[in-house]
């Protein structure tokens, strides 16, 4: 199970509103100030904050630092229906325009097209996931 620290924003009937900051390794560094990596994850902020809904029967106050959990198993399926989806979609398009069409054209326009159509199918499917518990962060326990 992957943890993570997070901040409750507040609480209403077992439903915790907590916030998580998004972490890197960069910073951390004593090669910080010569690093490209350094200087790329910069330019994205430090306030990236994530919030999230959390069902939990341990009442929480505002305030306090609680340890929130996710399933590797939902990250990895999250993960290759982000990605890998969508970039095998592209190789197959193009195999698939290059046999079926002559003109470049209609190639580019179709391979962009089941390319589209992929990342539609990956939002609907997030959507369904996200409705799932196992694709939820859980309460674990109560640090502070």
Request: aromatic share 12%; glycine share 4%; with cysteine.
């Amino acid at each position: 199970m992957l943890k993570e620290r997070a901040v409750v924003i507040s609480y209403q009937a077992g439903i915790a509103k907590v916030k998580c900051q998004s972490q890197t390794a960069c910073g951390s560094c004593a090669a910080k100030s010569t690093c490209g990596s350094a200087a790329l994850a910069e330019l994205n902020g430090t306030d990236r904050a994530h919030f999230f809904d959390v069902e939990t029967i341990t009442p929480v106050k505002a305030g306090q630092i609680i340890e929130i959990g996710l399933m590797e198993r939902s990250l990895i399926f999250s993960s290759l229906l982000a990605y890998f989806f969508p970039l095998l979609t592209l190789l197959l398009s193009t195999l698939i325009a290059d046999q079926f069409f002559q003109a470049e054209l209609w190639q580019g326009i179709f391979i962009v097209f089941c390319t589209a159509l992929a990342f539609a199918i990956v939002h609907l499917v997030s959507k369904s996931w996200h409705k799932k518990a196992s694709y939820r962060p859980i309460f674990l326990r109560v640090l502070q």
